[in-house]
């Protein structure tokens, strides 16, 4: 009954808490208006079509599910650490609550306020429902397993919050477990492929008469029995995903079945992950509250600093990494990728090997660049803010903006080691298609090209704005806002301006004139997010 009564208290005093941060209002508004350009999108682009309401509804559920796993990954992933970070925890456990209690209070509320932001959805929802071309069935079991994934998600994240020192880390980990469950059927058909190209055997039947073969040696043996149970992994995952069940649930369903296993398998995960998170929670948080507050940011100070680039060194060495991972960026995750790349071209019999090692080594690399370049610029003052050492960085002997310029320009190394399995690939491609004979990659005289240069580095300057102002999650805000909300604007705006003026006119406009408009945005909104950090530190300085 006290435990019960605990963690009731925690969940009112997190509710309360929660409904008084504008970014809640914020996220909730910024859904619904991305969901209404979604669905204004949808009429304009199928109106001459039967079944709109399912292309449109298609397009909402899948955005809701992006949603709870980015957005939702982040916030459930901080929900221990920030008590780790700020140096609470002690005073919750001084409270006589129980782990359970506390992982209660802290998990419920937020999934609570995940769920509500999931409500905005359920009007556009309802609407595409009459336009037809969807079971209202269908909907209905879909939005349940979104509610059942999130529960998942948020055990997930809870787990790596109690087993981090960090929200980086926390949210590292959760987005590893994810993928781990996510993708099941992808990885047990990498397996599968690559033990039957290990013993050279053509199918599954031959490895099934490999297992049962007296004449087969115990590695061809082994290797088949892997392989068969690489299969049945993948067999075993295509019905418990999300992501690629989602359009089944919405066109194909024509039973009565309201539960799915995919939904028990996810609230297994998640009475899973709650079990472990109680049970290390009491390991996790002692060593925290024992090493005080160097166990969340452990830095090491080297004896020979370049003072008159301090600022700058900062940077590279602590929120880059210094060499060591300016080096791990530049040579070890090509090299992983390329060897990844290598064991599923093998594995597949592709006999030529360069051309697709490079295409993987672009696409990941394209990849790696955005989360990598979102990790490094979102801490950046980040953590200045969290670690109260804002008003100490200002108190240096250098301007505002030589502060601010000088941290920014620290972070160019880091970003350019980045880019390395990126122009790797696209070295290797240009070497392939030369050598065949195609016609070599002209992207890079496009303007568009160009223009998406000038995004990135927009939505970076937006991100490290937003970071400050918000503890988690700003410069996954800018992202999203940047390249996904913004494109369906122009997108939409793009589909009523050629309804009007004609295509010819609209695609001509596309290609010589948007690209230079967006420059003229972007270049002020640059700018802005400068001068607007700028002054958001000093503020900040001045208060602590």
């Known amino acids: 009954m006290r435990a019960h009564s605990q963690a009731n208290a925690f969940l009112v005093r997190s509710l309360r808490q929660e409904a008084r941060l504008a970014s809640h209002h914020f996220f909730r508004g910024a859904l619904a208006a991305t969901i209404f350009l979604l ?35 982040i916030y459930f992933s901080s929900s221990i650490v920030e008590e780790k970070e700020e140096q609470t925890l002690p005073l919750l456990k001084m409270t006589g609550a129980s782990a359970a209690a506390i992982l209660l209070g802290k998990s419920v509320p937020r999934l609570t306020s995940v769920l509500l932001m999931l409500l905005v959805i359920a009007p556009f929802i309802f609407l595409a429902v009459t336009l037809g071309g969807v079971y209202t069935k269908g909907v209905l079991v879909t939005l349940l397993a979104i509610v059942v994934y999130a529960v998942m998600i948020s055990q997930i994240g809870v787990l790596c919050s109690v087993v981090s020192r960090d929200a980086q880390r926390a949210f590292s980990k959760t987005l590893v477990i994810w993928g781990l469950l996510e ?63 989602l359009s089944t649930m919405l066109g194909g369903f024509t039973t009565y079945q309201l539960w799915t296993p995919q939904m028990t398998f996810h609230l297994t995960i998640a009475a899973i992950c709650f079990v472990l998170s109680w049970m ?52 070890l995750v090509p090299a992983l990728i390329a060897i990844i790349a290598g064991v599923v071209v093998w594995a597949t019999d592709e006999r030529e090997y360069l051309y697709p090692i490079g295409i993987s080594l672009m696409i990941c690399g394209v990849i790696f660049v955005i989360a990598h370049v979102a990790i490094l610029f ?30 920014l320009l620290g972070m160019v190394p880091a970003v350019l080691a980045s880019l390395s399995p990126l122009l790797i690939g696209f070295v290797v491609v240009l070497f392939e298609s030369n050598r065949r004979g ?19 580095i927009t939505s970076v300057m937006i991100g490290v704005r937003l970071s400050i102002r918000m503890t988690y999650g700003g410069m996954l805000l800018s992202v999203l806002t940047c390249w996904i909300v913004g494109p369906i604007a122009v997108a939409f705006t793009a589909e009523v301006l050629g309804r009007a003026i004609g295509w010819g006119a609209m695609n001509d406009f596309m290609d010589d004139v948007l690209p230079w408009l967006l420059f003229m945005v972007e270049v002020p909104l640059c700018l802005w997010s400068y001068f607007s950090t700028v002054r958001s530190l000093q503020l900040i300085a001045q208060r602590d």
Request: hydrophobic share 45%; with cysteine.
């Open 183 to 245: 993708f099941i059927p992808t990885w047990g058909y990498l397996g599968y492929q690559a033990c039957l190209a290990w013993i050279d055997v053509p199918s599954l039947e031959a490895a099934e008469l490999a297992v049962n073969s007296p004449d087969s040696g115990w590695l061809t043996s082994g290797m088949a029995s892997l392989a068969l149970w690489f299969n049945d992994m993948s067999l075993f995952g295509q019905d418990r995903i999300l992501g690629g069940n």
């Open 438 to 456: 195609w016609s070599s990659p002209t992207f890079h005289e496009d303007v568009w090209f160009y223009q998406l240069i000038m995004l990135g």
């Open 378 to 407: 979102g801490r950046l003052f980040n953590t200045e803010v969290k670690e109260k050492t804002v008003s100490s960085l200002l108190l240096l002997p250098v301007s505002p903006h030589r502060v601010v310029g000088d941290s």
């Open 280 to 331: 290390s929670f009491e390991f996790f948080t002692s060593r925290v509250i024992a090493e005080g507050p160097s166990a969340t940011s452990k830095k090491t100070i080297s004896r020979s600093r370049p003072w008159s680039r301090a600022l700058i060194w900062k940077s590279w060495q602590h929120q880059g990494g210094g060499w060591l991972w300016n080096l791990i960026r530049l040579l």
């Open 39 to 73: 669905l204004c999108l949808g009429i304009y682009t199928y109106s001459t079509r039967g079944g709109v309401g399912g292309n449109i509804v298609w397009r909402v559920l899948y955005s809701c599910y992006w949603f709870v796993t980015l957005m939702g990954g």
